[in-house]
């Protein structure tokens, strides 16, 4: 195939285009030799001239390949075709990271992404690179993989211009790195890594017209890793700082930000005092006239960099020292150079900038401004002072300031570096190079020559490493191969740094005693003219150029020299070193290794042979550098700036391609184009291509024999094409000729295809038309012959319409007309009629207005001639006033009168006498203290003198005449003071009239105080002693309560006692039966249980007495025990208001108000003394029925006399309460709005209430006790007959039943001796409790006499006494009625104790037989005889078996405390789940709960809290030794899930037994609340859940992708890449094999899902959890999928849309299978259904509507980069359009923020569902749980 056959009708070529650089056309005919007609894309015709082949244009890619992720993908390799799918990248699909080869080109965007987020570096991780889009995290992933598997050093070189963006990725490079690379010390190095960015920013970036944030240095990062690959240190370099700009800034550019951070904190407390202003004051920062960047807060990121600094180890002082050296820079550059004659210049004495300088620094100014415009000069042995012009001072000064922050500069880079060091020696490293790319300008000087140099190293080191890759790649797939030439800029590099090269010839000059730079410039023409990369410009003789790799640069020499040098004078760092700053003095101190300062050029110089030239040391930090990296293995990302205007996603092809040519870009697809840049893989090349071979041509079992015939039927040439072991490699353009092909192919089998199908459609059509057409015609003859008909109809119709018409309408206008005159006449008649009455009106109304006016008038003259005459009567009367007060006065003078009014005032006048004598006295004092003091003035001025001699005599002269003043000026003083004193007598004589008024009024104010404040002091005495009452009896209250509380532990104590000993007579009784019949003290407690509890006590007996036993009748170890009783006492206490009068309490505390009233307070008495009454009559009752419980029923008549007593007595009774019911009622509404009878009432309702609950409880109690005699009667009988001598005739029972009524008797005394000592503390309790009633009884008479006694009258103080009384009455009252409860109480139980041993002798082989003995607990003198069970006989064995009732278990394990850890090591730690299965579902769960449950019965604190937490920690140890297990996990998950249903099931709460049995409400838990376990049980279930998800998503996230997205089961639908896609080279994780293979993927999903569903269902999981575990890993299996969708443009095509969607019809079906579906499980799934459906779907501007409605639980972002990625499969299929795009982002932008709230591309897969627990309660009767052998828990006891 030549290249003619290409360029054929049709073809797209490139051409040449001085704007666009390259523009597309097509051609219009075939190639024909030298011409070439085209037409542009806007129409345009035109045509150009070809002299030979090679000089054709390039053609165009095929639209499939354009848009590729990577350049060497495309068939066609040339500067259009990279420059043409970069700008589509970046302008239609927003995608700013593409491959060219190894190479990862970076546009800026100008814009912040959502593509940096945690997900995506997650996303990232462990992804090869060319499996997901470009990106920077793709290349960190490759260093970082690299380095775990081959153990070898990495680097990634970020190049680009200023704006470009290296600096943010390398940023983002290294905060991957700090992700997935983190330290697991507590160091944390890689937060100080990131920390140090703002830090470095501050300080060497600044902005320039292209970045606002541009690096002005190069940095290489070398971050450290451990064996275990995290960071462990780092270490940074740095080159070639710009220090020029810290004197000098181009217009629109700025200086380092850290000035402008500081201009802006200038309250800041490290700023404050350094002399700073705004930014525009400084000569070093107002050059470039730009201070401000847009979106940037200088203060904000000085508080940042500050943070920073403190991160990184730089404490407050050493930055307080940074910043006053940078502020002493600012100064510095202040500083004004004054030009003396011309050739002498000076700095002025008075410089303020010299003065702050000297301030800050501490220095020397006198030296400093000398050393500033004088330099020495050492000539021999002379040294002579040589003054500087203007231009050379002020080259001094910046020369100076350049220097001070170049050493801070690297000051702070060594603090850095020793905040990052480690202390052991790092494994392997990654190095992160940020470095300038290469630059040219119109003025370029030594920078740039620096910069274009270190990029000719690196391009050089580039070129190596790619060519290296290619080989490599050859001989991996052994084919032959050519050497494959490229660019080598090797004589480049020679030029510049070989001996007598350009730094050579300038380290030279620069050592030259009057070197310039226009000498060094001719050395280099004569010297350097040979190299072709050398030239001498035209039209210049002080420029020379240079041709680097990427273009020719002209450098200017003006300044080379004096920045080679990098001259500072040796005095002024002397004066430095001396200033006052001590890290000035640190980062100026000499080290004989790195002295860099120089003295100026003139004459020799001892440090000569230590200096070094700024190029000779950038040459050796760059040979360090390229050392270093030639020993790593080399990542590449080239930064390319798309604009100059910073625009967002705007392309700007001439400066792009202009960087494209700079960075290597070019030359990688120049290398990949002169070798075989397609590469496809044998199957994918058969799976494209087979349209182009024949059936017989297919060899399935030998792939490469295929795709030989294959290719030998389309390409002739071998040398456009190797066979490799794996792979077929072809020359640059053969894939677009393959394409072509088989287009061709495809369009012909379409033709065909189409031209039977439209045949066929053609004649159906033919034939429905003509049938269509019979068929119309019927109907329009029909139709136009109804119509006629209809129309003539109409016409009739329509003219007498007319008729009628016209003759309505001419009736209607004459009635309008006539109406319309009628009205207008009317209208007109009645307006000359109202003008007539308004001109009568108006006329009436002026008459009346005269009227008034005159009237007016004439008023207002009476008026003012009135006001006259009383005015002069006035002024007459004034006179004559004023004459009778002089006469008054007169009189007044006299001494009569004067006595009249000083008669009341003499008493006042002493009194003020007395007052100044006083004051006299005192200033006689003050007279003496001042005379006093003078004297001591005196003596210490003596004793001054005397010490200083001759020196003070002169100044005692004139302290003595100042002390004669300060003496004189007092005597003035209290001469005035007198004087007031005298003036004031004087006033007050004249005032002593008013005085005695104010005096009288102020008198009897005084007296009405003085009887308010008695009154309330009295009152206020009587309350203090109240309260002081209060308190007493408050504190006595509380004694008492503690001994009654001290001797209820003594009885408990004393009853725990005779409980043991009971328990050990029972024993010894059992060993007494044999062996057929052994009782313990558990089988007692089986029977009766600890807790005395009636509902364990008689558990056998029959349904009735269960039925009436109430919660009251409980004992030890129940919910309302004594302890509780007590406490509910003291809450009683606690909750009387002490401080009210009136008690009130809460509802459920009985308290008796005190009535406002004395009415109320007598009817309180009445209704109290009732209450007792009633109260004593139960008493009696209760008595009288307690009696009749301990005697014996039997059938004599007193027992039947006493039965019809009892029942008219509670006749009686009944009549009472009725009696008493309508005294209350009647009191009630009697009363009917004082709350506080109301409140009476309802507390007497609730005494009455508790007293009859107690009545029925007491009847109940007695006819169980009678059923139990009668029942043991019947059953003697019926299991004997009449022969009941049976039991003993042969006597073998005898010897038995004396030892038997031995030990009974013995317990029966010991039982009967603690009930006669209860009986006789009951006594003194009685009488204590009779001697307070009586004594209460007696107070409360002498209240009511009082009380009726006392009227409205009556004073405040007694009745508040009254009101004390009452209080501390009810309190008592109160008290004592608790005392007396609880004791009654306390006795009935101690009853019921007695009756319960009773009652377990008799079951224990004794019975009643008709008479009683002395000592009986039932009530008699005699113990009852004890009847032995029945004895028969066993297959003729005469031995006697005594028969015992079937057992009931209450479902509990009973265990010692030292067998607690063996226990949980059975059931916790050495529990396999392959035993667990075989168990019953949570059966360890179950054993440890009734273990607790036994633990609560015998109300054990410390052990249960000890198992408890002994589980907890199990469990927790289990999970954390186990966490990979699954079955594991699973097991403890459910178990601990099954714990905590069981600790709410049977905790007591009513929210927790609803669906109990009331065999299971008995079992509730009665002595512990365990709320608190159950948190942390529930915890612990959170955090095996947690664990048990995280094990799941392990094991299917190698599965997502292979089984959802590559896996493909629809049979004719390829899922194949578009177009020739070539492998990613040099990747590591693509040369291994896929650890699933995705045909086989999906099953092994489904597989691990069922896996997972059947060990949740297996180990007894809850339904609702399984559900919430699939639901949590499908939302998993969606987000992985998801995310690799968005990142893999070979997944977005039509084809593999079809092909995922039937893929997660498998996942919908398996939940439908296991009945998850109803759930909403695949729910979760939604997202990646619909974006799957928008792959599939039609992508026309009528379906924007239908795609944003389908799509709704897709964000924006992911359906516009779904359709930015979306790629055709073939070129019959078209491309989605931008307009397409843009229509769906606007309909998009019109959701809610509620549906926009995802800001992020990727899903969250760290996302999880909230846990929830929801109680499921066991229909498991604890009783039926069985302890199975396989358990071995023999310590156990079912209980």
Same mark, same amino acid.
């Given at each position: 195939?030549?290249?003619?056959?290409?360029?054929?009708?049709?073809?797209?070529?490139?051409?040449?285009?001085?704007?666009?650089?390259?523009?597309?056309?097509?051609?219009?005919?075939?190639?024909?030799?030298?011409?070439?007609?085209?037409?542009?894309?806007?129409?345009?015709?035109?045509?150009?001239?070809?002299?030979?082949?090679? #000089?054709?244009? @390039?053609?165009?890619?095929?639209?499939?390949?354009?848009?590729?992720?990577? =350049?060497?993908?495309?068939?066609?390799?040339?500067?259009?075709?990279?420059?043409?799918?970069?700008?589509?990248?970046?302008?239609?699909?927003?995608?700013?990271?593409?491959?060219?080869?190894?190479?990862?080109?970076?546009?800026?965007?100008?814009?912040?992404?959502?593509?940096?987020?945690?997900?995506?570096?997650?996303?990232?991780?462990?992804?090869?690179?060319?499996?997901?889009?470009?990106?920077?995290?793709?290349?960190? $992933?490759?260093?970082?993989?690299?380095?775990?598997?081959?153990?070898?050093?990495?680097?990634? !070189?970020?190049?680009?211009?200023?704006?470009?963006?290296?600096?943010?990725?390398?940023?983002?490079?290294?905060?991957?790195?700090?992700?997935?690379?983190?330290?697991?010390?507590?160091?944390?190095?890689?937060?100080?890594?990131?920390?140090?960015? @703002?830090?470095?920013?501050?300080?060497?970036?600044?902005?320039?017209?292209?970045?606002?944030?541009?690096?002005?240095?190069?940095?290489?990062?070398?971050?450290?890793?451990?064996?275990?690959? +995290?960071?462990?240190?780092?270490?940074?370099?740095?080159?070639?700082?710009?220090?020029?700009?810290?004197?000098?800034?181009?217009?629109?550019?700025?200086?380092?930000?850290?000035?402008?951070?500081?201009?802006?904190?200038?309250?800041?407390?490290?700023?404050?005092?350094?002399? %700073?202003?705004?930014?525009?004051?400084?000569?070093?920062?107002?050059?470039?006239?730009?201070?401000?960047?847009?979106?940037?807060?200088?203060? $904000?990121?000085?508080?940042?960099?500050?943070?920073?600094?403190?991160?990184?180890?730089?404490?407050?002082?050493?930055?307080?020292?940074?910043?006053?050296?940078?502020?002493?820079?600012?100064?510095?550059?202040?500083?004004?150079?004054?030009?003396?004659?011309?050739?002498?210049?000076?700095?002025?004495?008075?410089?303020?900038?010299?003065?702050?300088?000297?301030?800050?620094?501490?220095?020397?100014?006198?030296?400093?401004?000398?050393?500033?415009?004088?330099?020495?000069?050492?000539?021999?042995?002379?040294?002579?002072?040589?003054?500087?012009?203007?231009?050379?001072?002020? /080259?001094?000064?910046?020369?100076?300031?350049?220097?001070?922050?170049?050493?801070?500069?690297?000051?702070?880079?060594?603090? !850095?570096?020793?905040?990052?060091?480690?202390?052991?020696?790092?494994?392997? /490293?990654?190095?992160?190079?940020? !470095?300038?790319?290469?630059?040219?300008?119109?003025?370029?000087?030594?920078?740039?020559?620096?910069?274009?140099?270190?990029?000719?190293?690196?391009?050089?080191?580039?070129?190596?490493?790619?060519?290296?890759?290619?080989?490599?790649?050859?001989?991996?797939?052994?084919?032959?191969?050519?050497?494959?030439?490229?660019?080598?800029?090797?004589?480049?590099?020679?030029?510049?740094?070989?001996?007598?090269?350009?730094?050579?010839?300038?380290?030279?000059?620069?050592?030259?005693?009057?070197?310039?730079?226009?000498?060094?410039?001719?050395?280099?023409?004569?010297?350097?003219?040979?190299?072709?990369? /050398?030239?001498?410009?035209?039209?210049?003789?002080?420029?020379?150029?240079?041709?680097?790799?990427?273009?020719?640069?002209?450098?200017?020499?003006?300044?080379?020299?004096?920045?080679?040098?990098?001259?500072?004078?040796?005095?002024?760092?002397?004066?430095?070193?001396?200033?006052?700053?001590?890290?000035?003095?640190?980062?100026?101190?000499?080290?004989?290794?790195?002295?860099?300062?120089?003295?100026?050029?003139?004459?020799?110089?001892?440090?000569?042979?230590?200096?070094?030239?700024?190029?000779?040391?950038?040459?050796?930090?760059?040979?360090?550098?390229?050392?270093?990296?030639?020993?790593?293995?080399?990542?590449?990302?080239?930064?390319?700036?798309?604009?100059?205007?910073?625009?967002?996603?705007?392309?700007?092809?001439?400066?792009?391609?202009?960087?494209?040519?700079?960075?290597?870009?070019?030359?990688?697809?120049?290398?990949?184009?002169?070798?075989?840049?397609?590469?496809?893989?044998?199957?994918?090349?058969?799976?494209?291509?087979?349209?182009?071979?024949?059936?017989?041509?297919?060899?399935?079992?030998?792939?490469?024999?295929?795709?030989?015939?294959?290719?030998?039927?389309?390409?002739?040439?071998?040398?456009?094409?190797?066979?490799?072991?794996?792979?077929?490699?072809?020359?640059?353009?053969?894939?677009?000729?393959?394409?072509?092909?088989?287009?061709?192919?495809?369009?012909?089998?379409?033709?065909?295809?189409?031209? +039977?199908?439209?045949?066929?459609?053609?004649?159906?059509?033919?034939?429905?038309?003509?049938?269509?057409?019979?068929?119309?015609?019927?109907?329009?003859?029909?139709?136009?012959?109804?119509?006629?008909?209809?129309?003539?109809?109409?016409?009739?119709?329509?003219?007498?319409?007319?008729?009628?018409?016209?003759?309505?309408?001419?009736?209607?206008? /004459?009635?309008?007309?006539?109406?319309?005159?009628?009205?207008?006449?009317?209208?007109?008649?009645?307006?000359?009629?109202?003008?007539?009455?308004?001109?009568?009106?108006?006329?009436?109304?002026?008459?009346?207005?005269?009227?008034?006016?005159?009237?007016?008038?004439?008023?207002?003259?009476?008026?003012?001639?009135?006001?006259?005459?009383?005015?002069?009567?006035?002024?007459?009367?004034?006179?004559?006033?004023?004459?009778?007060?002089?006469?008054?006065?007169?009189?007044?003078?006299?001494?009569?009168?004067?006595?009249?009014?000083?008669?009341?005032?003499?008493?006042?006048?002493?009194?003020?006498?007395?007052?100044?004598?006083?004051?006299?006295?005192?200033?006689?004092?003050?007279?003496?203290?001042?005379?006093?003091?003078?004297?001591?003035?005196?003596?210490?001025?003596?004793?001054?003198?005397?010490?200083?001699?001759?020196?003070?005599?002169?100044?005692?002269?004139?302290?003595?005449?100042?002390?004669?003043?300060?003496?004189?000026?007092?005597?003035?003083?209290?001469?005035?003071?007198?004087?007031?004193?005298?003036?004031?007598?004087?006033?007050?004589?004249?005032?002593?009239?008013?005085?005695?008024?104010?005096?009288?009024?102020?008198?009897?104010?005084?007296?009405?105080?003085?009887?308010?404040?008695?009154?309330?002091?009295?009152?206020?005495?009587? *309350?203090?002693?109240?309260?002081?009452?209060?308190?007493?009896?408050?504190?006595?209250?509380?004694?008492?309560?503690?001994?009654?509380?001290?001797?209820?532990?003594?009885? %408990?104590?004393?009853?725990?006692?005779?409980?043991?000993?009971?328990?050990?007579?029972?024993?010894?009784?059992?060993?007494?039966?044999?062996?057929?019949?052994?009782?313990?003290?558990?089988?007692?407690?089986?029977?009766?249980?600890?807790?005395?509890?009636?509902?364990?006590?008689?558990?056998?007996?029959?349904?009735?007495?269960?039925?009436?036993?109430?919660?009251?009748?409980?004992?030890?170890?129940?919910?309302?025990?004594?302890?509780?009783?007590?406490?509910?006492?003291?809450?009683?206490?606690?909750?009387?208001?002490?401080?009210?009068?009136?008690?009130?309490?809460?509802?459920?505390?009985?308290?008796?108000?005190?009535?406002?009233?004395?009415?109320?307070?007598?009817?309180?008495?009445?209704?109290?003394?009732?209450?007792? *009454?009633?109260?004593?009559?139960?008493?009696?009752?209760?008595?009288?029925?307690?009696?009749?419980?301990?005697?014996?029923?039997?059938?004599?008549?007193? +027992?039947?006399?006493?039965?019809?007593?009892?029942?008219?007595?509670?006749?009686?009774?009944?009549?009472?309460?009725?009696?008493?019911?309508?005294?209350?009622?009647?009191?009630?509404?009697?009363?009917?709005?004082?709350?506080?009878?109301?409140?009476?009432?309802?507390?007497?309702?609730?005494?009455? #209430?508790?007293?009859?609950?107690?009545?029925?409880?007491?009847?109940?109690?007695?006819?169980?006790?009678?059923?139990?005699? +009668?029942?043991?009667?019947?059953?003697?009988?019926?299991?004997?007959?009449?022969?009941?001598?049976?039991?003993?005739?042969?006597?073998?029972?005898?010897?038995?039943?004396?030892?038997?009524?031995?030990?009974?008797?013995?317990?029966?005394?010991?039982?009967?001796?603690?009930?006669?000592?209860?009986?006789?503390? $009951?006594?003194?309790?009685?009488?204590? %409790?009779?001697?307070?009633?009586?004594?209460?009884?007696?107070?409360?008479?002498?209240?009511?006499?009082?009380?009726?006694?006392?009227?409205?009258?009556?004073?405040? &103080?007694?009745?508040?006494?009254?009101?004390?009384?009452?209080?501390?009455?009810?309190?008592?009252?109160?008290?004592?009625?608790?005392?007396?409860?609880?004791?009654?109480?306390?006795?009935?139980?101690?009853?019921?104790?007695?009756?319960?041993?009773?009652?377990?002798?008799? *079951?224990?082989?004794?019975?009643?037989?008709?008479?009683?003995?002395?000592?009986?607990?039932?009530?008699?003198?005699?113990?009852?005889?004890?009847?032995?069970?029945?004895?028969?006989?066993?297959?003729?064995?005469?031995? @006697?078996?005594?028969?015992?009732?079937?057992?009931?278990?209450?479902?509990?394990?009973?265990?010692?405390?030292?067998?607690?850890?063996?226990?949980?090591?059975?059931?916790?730690?050495?529990?396999?789940?392959?035993?667990?299965?075989?168990?019953?579902?949570?059966?360890?769960?179950?054993?440890?709960?009734?273990?607790?449950?036994?633990?609560?019965?015998?109300?054990?604190?410390?052990?249960?809290?000890? =198992?408890?937490?002994?589980?907890?920690?199990?469990?927790?140890?289990?999970?954390?030794?186990?966490?990979?297990?699954?079955?594991?996990?699973?097991?403890?998950?459910?178990?601990?899930?099954?714990?905590?249903?069981?600790?709410? &099931?049977?905790?007591?709460?009513?929210?927790?037994?609803?669906?109990?049995?009331?065999?299971?409400?008995?079992?509730?838990?009665?002595?512990?609340?365990?709320?608190?376990?159950?948190?942390?049980?529930?915890?612990?279930?959170?955090?095996?859940?947690?664990?048990?998800?995280?094990?799941?998503?392990?094991?299917?996230?190698?599965?997502?992708?292979?089984?959802?997205?590559?896996?493909?089961?629809?049979?004719?639908?390829?899922?194949?890449?578009?177009?020739?896609?070539?492998?990613?080279?040099?990747?590591?994780?693509?040369?291994?094999?896929?650890?699933?293979?995705?045909?086989?993927?999906?099953?092994?999903?489904?597989?691990?899902?069922?896996?997972?569903?059947?060990?949740?269902?297996?180990?007894?999981?809850? @339904?609702? %959890?399984?559900?919430?575990?699939?639901?949590?890993?499908?939302?998993?299996?969606?987000?992985?999928?998801?995310?690799?969708?968005?990142?893999?443009?070979?997944?977005?095509?039509?084809?593999?849309?079809?092909?995922?969607?039937?893929?997660?019809?498998?996942?919908?079906?398996?939940?439908?299978?296991?009945?998850?579906?109803?759930?909403?499980?695949?729910?979760?799934?939604?997202?990646?259904?619909?974006?799957?459906?928008?792959?599939?779907?039609?992508?026309?501007?009528?379906?924007?509507?239908?795609?944003?409605?389908?799509?709704?639980?897709?964000?924006?972002?992911?359906?516009?980069?779904?359709?930015?990625?979306?790629?055709?499969?073939?070129?019959?299929?078209?491309?989605?359009?931008?307009?397409?795009?843009?229509?769906?982002?606007?309909?998009?932008?019109?959701?809610?923020?509620?549906?926009?709230?995802?800001?992020?591309?990727?899903?969250?897969?760290?996302?999880?569902?909230?846990?929830?627990?929801?109680?499921?309660?066991?229909?498991?009767? =604890?009783?039926?749980?069985?302890?199975?052998?396989?358990?071995?828990?023999?310590?156990?006891?079912?209980?």
């Amino acid at each position: 195939m030549s290249i003619r056959e290409l360029f054929v009708k049709g073809a797209r070529v490139w051409v040449p285009d001085g704007e666009q650089v390259w523009r597309c056309a097509e051609l219009l005919q075939d190639y024909r030799q030298g011409k070439l007609q085209l037409q542009y894309a806007d129409g345009k015709t035109a045509e150009i001239k070809v002299a030979k082949d090679e #000089d054709l244009p @390039p053609l165009r890619n095929p639209d499939i390949l354009i848009g590729e992720n990577d =350049l060497t993908s495309l068939s066609y390799l040339h500067e259009p075709a990279v420059l043409y799918n970069l700008q589509v990248r970046f302008c239609n699909h927003n995608a700013i990271y593409t491959y060219c080869g190894i190479v990862l080109v970076a546009i800026n965007p100008y814009e912040e992404l959502p593509i940096y987020g945690a997900d995506t570096i997650a996303t990232y991780r462990g992804q090869s690179m060319g499996d997901l889009d470009p990106h920077i995290f793709a290349v960190a $992933e490759e260093a970082f993989t690299k380095m775990e598997r081959e153990n070898r050093d990495q680097s990634i !070189i970020v190049s680009g211009e200023s704006g470009a963006g290296k600096t943010v990725s390398a940023k983002y490079a290294m905060r991957y790195f700090a992700s997935v690379g983190g330290s697991s010390s507590e160091t944390q190095i890689e937060k100080k890594i990131l920390a140090s960015n @703002p830090i470095m920013e501050a300080i060497g970036n600044a902005k320039t017209t292209r970045n606002d944030n541009s690096s002005r240095f190069g940095k290489y990062i070398e971050l450290d890793f451990n064996k275990s690959f +995290h960071i462990m240190a780092a270490h940074m370099r740095t080159y070639l700082l710009e220090k020029s700009r810290v004197v000098f800034q181009a217009p629109d550019e700025r200086n380092y930000h850290i000035f402008y951070q500081m201009c802006a904190s200038l309250e800041d407390d490290l700023i404050k005092n350094l002399k %700073l202003g705004d930014q525009d004051t400084f000569h070093y920062l107002n050059q470039g006239g730009s201070p401000h960047i847009d979106g940037v807060d200088d203060s $904000e990121d000085f508080v940042a960099t500050c943070r920073a600094l403190s991160l990184l180890g730089i404490d407050r002082d050493q930055q307080k020292q940074m910043f006053t050296i940078l502020a002493a820079i600012l100064h510095l550059g202040n500083v004004s150079i004054l030009d003396a004659n011309g050739e002498q210049a000076s700095v002025a004495p008075n410089d303020s900038a010299m003065l702050i300088l000297e301030e800050l620094l501490g220095l020397d100014r006198t030296e400093m401004a000398k050393w500033l415009c004088h330099r020495k000069i050492v000539s021999g042995r002379e040294v002579f002072n040589k003054p500087m012009t203007l231009s050379e001072a002020t /080259f001094s000064r910046d020369a100076l300031a350049k220097h001070i922050y170049a050493k801070l500069f690297d000051w702070i880079v060594t603090q !850095i570096n020793k905040c990052f060091s480690a202390k052991s020696k790092p494994y392997r /490293f990654i190095g992160v190079l940020d !470095i300038y790319g290469f630059e040219t300008f119109e003025i370029n000087s030594f920078e740039q020559f620096c910069i274009n140099y270190a990029n000719e190293k690196l391009q050089q080191q580039f070129n190596q490493h790619v060519f290296k890759l290619e080989q490599e790649e050859y001989v991996k797939e052994q084919i032959e191969w050519e050497f494959i030439s490229f660019y080598d800029n090797q004589p480049c590099i020679d030029l510049i740094e070989t001996k007598l090269g350009i730094l050579d010839l300038l380290d030279e000059e620069c050592r030259m005693p009057k070197g310039t730079d226009q000498s060094w410039v001719e050395k280099l023409y004569s010297k350097c003219g040979q190299w072709k990369h /050398f030239s001498k410009p035209r039209l210049s003789n002080s420029a020379f150029i240079i041709a680097h790799f990427a273009d020719k640069v002209q450098y200017e020499s003006v300044g080379f020299l004096e920045k080679n040098r990098d001259t500072v004078s040796e005095e002024q760092i002397s004066i430095l070193r001396a200033c006052k700053v001590r890290m000035m003095q640190h980062i100026f101190v000499e080290e004989k290794s790195h002295i860099k300062v120089k003295v100026m050029p003139g004459g020799p110089s001892k440090t000569k042979e230590h200096r070094k030239s700024v190029g000779s040391q950038f040459r050796n930090s760059l040979n360090l550098l390229m050392t270093t990296l030639n020993s790593t293995t080399p990542h590449y990302v080239r930064c390319v700036k798309p604009n100059d205007d910073k625009m967002a996603f705007t392309f700007d092809s001439t400066r792009a391609i202009q960087q494209l040519r700079a960075c290597g870009v070019l030359e990688t697809v120049r290398i990949s184009a002169a070798g075989y840049p397609s590469r496809w893989t044998y199957g994918d090349f058969f799976a494209r291509y087979r349209v182009l071979t024949r059936s017989a041509d297919i060899t399935r079992n030998d792939m490469q024999a295929t795709c030989r015939k294959i290719i030998a039927n389309m390409i002739s040439d071998e040398d456009k094409f190797k066979f490799g072991r794996t792979k077929i490699f072809f020359r640059a353009g053969q894939v677009a000729y393959m394409e072509k092909l088989r287009a061709d192919r495809l369009r012909a089998c379409g033709i065909m295809i189409q031209k +039977h199908v439209r045949g066929f459609l053609h004649r159906n059509r033919f034939k429905r038309m003509r049938q269509a057409a019979l068929t119309i015609q019927r109907y329009v003859r029909g139709f136009l012959a109804r119509r006629k008909v209809y129309h003539i109809r109409r016409k009739r119709a329509a003219i007498r319409l007319q008729a009628n018409m016209r003759g309505w309408m001419a009736r209607v206008r /004459f009635n309008r007309c006539r109406h319309l005159i009628t009205r207008l006449q009317a209208h007109i008649r009645g307006m000359q009629a109202r003008m007539r009455y308004e001109h009568a009106r108006r006329t009436r109304a002026a008459i009346i207005i005269q009227k008034f006016v005159r009237s007016y008038l004439q008023r207002r003259k009476f008026v003012r001639i009135t006001r006259g005459l009383i005015k002069s009567q006035g002024l007459v009367r004034c006179f004559l006033a004023r004459r009778q007060l002089k006469k008054l006065k007169i009189e007044a003078k006299s001494v009569e009168h004067q006595k009249k009014l000083n008669k009341g005032l003499e008493n006042k006048i002493i009194e003020l006498q007395q007052k100044l004598t006083e004051l006299q006295q005192e200033t006689g004092k003050i007279h003496g203290y001042k005379e006093d003091i003078s004297n001591l003035k005196t003596q210490v001025s003596d004793l001054r003198s005397v010490e200083g001699k001759l020196k003070t005599s002169n100044n005692r002269i004139q302290e003595l005449e100042s002390l004669v003043k300060n003496l004189q000026a007092q005597i003035e003083l209290e001469r005035g003071e007198k004087m007031d004193v005298l003036t004031d007598k004087e006033r007050a004589e004249k005032e002593n009239r008013e005085i005695v008024e104010r005096l009288n009024e102020e008198n009897a104010r005084l007296n009405k105080e003085l009887e308010s404040v008695q009154e309330i002091a009295a009152k206020k005495e009587g *309350e203090e002693l109240l309260r002081k009452k209060f308190e007493a009896e408050k504190e006595q209250i509380y004694m008492e309560y503690d001994q009654e509380k001290a001797s209820y532990q003594k009885l %408990l104590k004393e009853f725990n006692r005779l409980e043991q000993k009971n328990d050990t007579l029972e024993e010894e009784l059992g060993k007494l039966r044999g062996n057929k019949h052994q009782r313990t003290a558990s089988n007692v407690s089986s029977m009766s249980g600890a807790s005395d509890a009636p509902t364990e006590l008689v558990r056998d007996d029959t349904s009735e007495f269960n039925s009436v036993v109430t919660d009251d009748d409980i004992g030890y170890g129940s919910v309302r025990s004594r302890a509780s009783d007590r406490s509910d006492l003291s809450r009683n206490l606690e909750n009387i208001d002490w401080g009210s009068p009136s008690h009130k309490s809460s509802s459920t505390d009985i308290s008796i108000p005190v009535p406002e009233k004395v009415e109320d307070v007598a009817l309180v008495l009445q209704l109290q003394n009732k209450v007792r *009454e009633l109260e004593k009559e139960r008493r009696s009752l209760s008595k009288k029925l307690e009696h009749l419980e301990n005697v014996s029923p039997t059938d004599d008549p007193q +027992h039947a006399q006493e039965m019809i007593r009892l029942q008219e007595l509670e006749m009686e009774n009944a009549k009472l309460k009725d009696d008493l019911g309508r005294l209350r009622n009647s009191i009630a509404e009697a009363e009917p709005h004082n709350n506080r009878v109301q409140e009476f009432m309802k507390q007497f309702e609730a005494l009455q #209430d508790e007293l009859e609950r107690r009545r029925e409880e007491c009847i109940q109690l007695r006819t169980v006790l009678a059923n139990r005699s +009668h029942d043991l009667a019947a059953l003697t009988s019926a299991s004997y007959g009449k022969d009941v001598d049976i039991v003993n005739e042969d006597g073998e029972l005898a010897i038995a039943y004396q030892t038997q009524k031995q030990i009974n008797r013995q317990l029966v005394e010991e039982l009967q001796a603690e009930k006669a000592r209860s009986r006789e503390v $009951e006594g003194e309790y009685k009488s204590e %409790l009779e001697r307070l009633r009586k004594d209460n009884d007696r107070q409360q008479k002498l209240l009511a006499v009082n009380l009726t006694k006392g009227g409205p009258g009556g004073g405040l &103080q007694a009745e508040a006494l009254l009101q004390s009384e009452i209080m501390r009455l009810t309190s008592e009252n109160l008290n004592l009625q608790g005392q007396v409860d609880s004791l009654t109480e306390q006795l009935k139980k101690y009853k019921r104790s007695l009756r319960a041993y009773a009652r377990k002798l008799k *079951e224990a082989g004794g019975g009643r037989r008709g008479t009683t003995q002395a000592g009986s607990p039932f009530g008699g003198d005699h113990p009852p005889d004890l009847l032995e069970g029945n004895a028969v006989g066993v297959e003729g064995d005469t031995m @006697p078996i005594i028969r015992k009732k079937d057992r009931e278990y209450m479902g509990m394990f009973e265990y010692d405390r030292k067998d607690e850890m063996q226990l949980i090591r059975i059931l916790i730690y050495e529990l396999k789940p392959r035993v667990a299965v075989t168990l019953l579902p949570g059966l360890p769960a179950y054993i440890l709960f009734m273990c607790i449950r036994h633990t609560d019965h015998i109300n054990d604190d410390e052990k249960v809290r000890s =198992l408890l937490n002994n589980i907890v920690n199990a469990i927790k140890r289990v999970i954390k030794k186990r966490h990979e297990d699954l079955d594991s996990t699973v097991l403890w998950l459910s178990n601990t899930l099954r714990i905590l249903h069981n600790l709410k &099931q049977y905790s007591g709460d009513k929210a927790f037994q609803a669906e109990n049995t009331l065999k299971q409400n008995e079992q509730s838990l009665k002595n512990f609340d365990l709320s608190e376990y159950r948190q942390v049980l529930s915890d612990i279930a959170v955090w095996i859940y947690n664990g048990v998800i995280k094990l799941m998503e392990e094991k299917v996230q190698p599965l997502i992708v292979p089984s959802v997205l590559e896996h493909e089961a629809i049979a004719g639908l390829s899922g194949n890449k578009p177009g020739g896609m070539r492998g990613r080279a040099g990747s590591v994780a693509r040369e291994l094999e896929s650890p699933v293979e995705p045909q086989k993927a999906l099953d092994l999903l489904l597989k691990e899902l069922t896996h997972f569903y059947r060990t949740l269902a297996m180990f007894g999981t809850d @339904p609702e %959890l399984i559900t919430q575990v699939f639901r949590q890993i499908f939302y998993y299996i969606c987000a992985g999928a998801l995310n690799n969708l968005l990142l893999r443009k070979d997944m977005c095509h039509w084809s593999k849309g079809m092909q995922i969607r039937y893929n997660l019809s498998h996942l919908e079906q398996w939940t439908r299978d296991m009945k998850l579906h109803e759930a909403g499980v695949t729910d979760t799934l939604a997202p990646i259904i619909q974006a799957a459906q928008l792959l599939q779907a039609r992508k026309t501007d009528d379906d924007v509507h239908s795609i944003c409605d389908m799509c709704d639980k897709l964000s924006v972002s992911q359906i516009i980069k779904i359709l930015n990625l979306y790629t055709p499969a073939d070129e019959f299929e078209e491309r989605v359009p931008i307009t397409f795009i843009h229509k769906i982002q606007a309909k998009l932008q019109q959701r809610s923020e509620g549906e926009q709230a995802q800001a992020t591309l990727l899903m969250n897969t760290k996302f999880a569902f909230p846990v929830r627990f929801p109680f499921n309660p066991s229909s498991i009767r =604890l009783e039926d749980i069985e302890i199975p052998d396989a358990l071995s828990l023999i310590m156990l006891k079912k209980v």
